[in-house]
């Protein structure tokens, strides 16, 4: 059942309740649960948090927790599985769904009593009609005819020509009538996308709950720009969303008042909307380390060739930025340096094919000293939900990157920058290897590419969202480097080793470099199913995102065998 009235069709019902909330391990998630726990809070609303990384999780989850509890939310995970088959309900259980994950699972839709759908108002979903898909009429023929040739078994019931006819005709539109069922559900599920960010439509039910806030706006802003980041929408929604968002900004944080120069105390937060340089974290690194990790310079630039290399160098004497300020610290450059460089970097970028160097994003100030960009707080969130230390867990991930987006603990969000440096780096570096040893391979309808065990920094890899971030990044290079056009229109599959002890490999899919940038389909979801099903292949399809999955390492030839046969 979809609901778009938040407040009446979900908050009023749960407001006193003790609420079940699963969240999945992504920035989004992580931001939308901020804003669910600060209305609960408000609201002194009970509610038990537990972060879920994929099926498994959600259903041990809510096995532990189902007898004492009959409202379950999930964030950004839920809605592309039919959850009343998975996790086996009572008839007294509530599902109340807030998941960005598209197509959504039709049992999930049309099930008016027990799985409700939290959508925003404007969202346009095309969904098949009920009488598509779902049959209810209940053909009793045959059994009437059984159970009257059973109550006379000595008399021979003749049937007349127009019975037979009746019931030929009744089988064949019922045969009609299944070929077009799968047609209709084959082309609604072909492709998965992604559509309003979980923040997001959160945020909006606290607007209208009149709670908002300044911190919970900027929650909201931070999910929106991980979609962004992680190109799970394109630009032109990022910039729809931002417009809408940026309003709310305009309302919180007006300029020109008297009450202005309070609002800068040492514990307020101020949040501005201005364009922001693509490149990673540069604010917390060298101007030249964030050039070189950035994929939108890097890929430009070719920094994967000594010519790209030379090129970079010229760049920097183009804008006229010596080196050695560009490889110290952004925060210890000279001042006139720090004050000129965006400017510079946009009149040089446009004769080096980076005209598309800003994006449009938001900033927070807080009080006097701190102030982040939204880009930076999504990697350094991202960061530390797959973080690899020994001593931490996933759970303890989670809520340290809970943690890290409050204004209180902006340690940990220094924390998570530190080790998303790292994670720039190690992708990088794969990058390049990958590039150098021609391991990136084109395996006819899409690109290929491997990642050998005992590589370095290859435990980066065994994380879902770093792998893809790993992949599109690769992708793009790979498309600048090669001097085929065709490569533009190729998806890539990657594969990392993900247990050695199990011997499993982690796969994930990602859509042709011209879709990332315009609409970001996948269809590797089905592709993957139909895939192991053929090859009999040993397959975890346990991620919320049907185009990750675990491979048996054996199994590795034989599925890719299979999927280059299925997609020719």
């Known amino acids: 059942m979809l609901i778009s009235d938040l407040r009446k069709e979900f908050y009023d019902v749960i407001l006193h309740k003790h609420v079940l909330l699963m969240v999945a391990f992504d920035v989004d998630a992580l931001c939308a649960c901020k804003i669910l726990i600060s209305l609960f809070q408000c609201d002194s609303v009970h509610y038990t948090l537990v972060p879920v990384s994929g099926q498994q999780d959600l259903e041990r989850a809510f096995l532990e927790h189902s007898e004492q509890i009959k409202h379950v939310v999930l964030i950004n995970c839920g809605a592309n599985i039919n959850l009343l088959d998975v996790l086996q309900p009572e008839d007294d259980v509530t599902f109340f769904v807030c998941d960005s994950h598209r197509p959504i699972d039709l049992v999930n839709v049309y099930n008016d009593t027990q799985v409700k759908l939290l959508l925003d108002s404007t969202e346009q979903l095309t969904i098949p009609s009920y009488e598509d898909i779902f049959n209810d009429e209940e053909s009793d023929s045959d059994d009437s005819g059984n159970e009257s040739e059973s109550s006379q078994p000595d008399k021979r019931r003749r049937l007349d020509e127009e019975s037979i006819v009746r019931k030929l005709e009744k089988k064949r539109a019922r045969r009609l009538w ?339 940038e315009n609409s970001p389909r996948s269809l590797f979801g089905r592709a993957f199913e139909q895939t192991a099903e053929k090859t009999g292949s040993r397959v975890l399809h346990d991620s919320f995102d049907p185009s990750i999955f675990a491979l048996k390492t054996e199994d590795r030839s034989k599925f890719f065998d299979a999927l280059v046969s299925l997609l020719s």
């Not at 809408?244 to 008297?258: A, D, P, W, Y």
């Not at 790209?308 to 560009?326: I, N, S, V, W, Y």
């Not at 491997?450 to 792998?467: H, M, P, R, W």
């Open 178 to 516: 299944e070929e077009s069922r799968q047609k209709i559900i084959f082309q609604y599920e072909e492709f998965s996308f992604y559509s309003n960010s979980a923040a997001y439509v959160i945020y909006q039910l606290a607007w209208k709950l009149s709670k908002d806030s300044n911190d919970l706006l900027w929650w909201s802003i931070i999910g929106l720009t991980d979609q962004l980041l992680s190109k799970k929408i394109d630009r032109e929604k990022y910039f729809l969303d931002a417009s809408e968002l940026n309003r709310h900004v305009s309302r919180h944080n007006r300029l020109g008042q008297e009450e202005d120069a309070a609002q800068q105390s040492v514990n307020a937060m101020k949040i501005t909307f201005n364009p922001e340089l693509q490149l990673a974290l540069y604010r917390h690194w060298s101007l030249f380390d964030s050039i070189c990790h950035s994929s939108y310079t890097a890929c430009n630039l070719r920094l994967w060739t000594a010519r790209g290399f030379k090129k970079l160098h010229e760049f920097l004497a183009d804008m006229g930025m010596p080196l050695t300020q560009c490889k110290q610290k952004f925060t210890a450059m000279d001042i006139a340096y720090r004050e000129t460089f965006c400017d510079s970097l946009q009149n040089s970028g446009k004769k080096y094919g980076l005209d598309q160097i800003t994006v449009p994003s938001f900033y927070a100030q807080f009080g006097y000293k701190n102030k982040f960009c939204a880009f930076d707080a999504v990697h350094a969130a991202s960061a530390l939900l797959e973080s690899i230390e020994k001593d931490k867990v996933g759970d303890a991930n989670f809520l340290e990157a809970l943690d890290a987006l409050s204004r209180v603990h902006l340690d940990k969000l220094e924390s998570g920058l530190e080790i998303s440096k790292r994670q720039h780096k190690a992708i990088v570096s794969q990058i390049r290897t990958l590039l150098d040893m021609n391991h990136v391979v084109s395996a006819g309808p899409f690109l290929y590419a491997y990642i050998q065990e005992g590589t370095l920094d290859v435990k980066f890899f065994s994380k879902a969202n770093c792998l893809a971030l790993l992949a599109r990044f690769t992708l793009e290079a790979f498309v600048k480097m090669s001097k085929s056009k065709k490569v533009k229109n190729l998806p890539l599959v990657m594969v990392a080793p993900l247990d050695s002890e199990q011997g499993t490999s982690l796969v994930v899919g990602v859509p042709p470099l011209m879709e990332l």
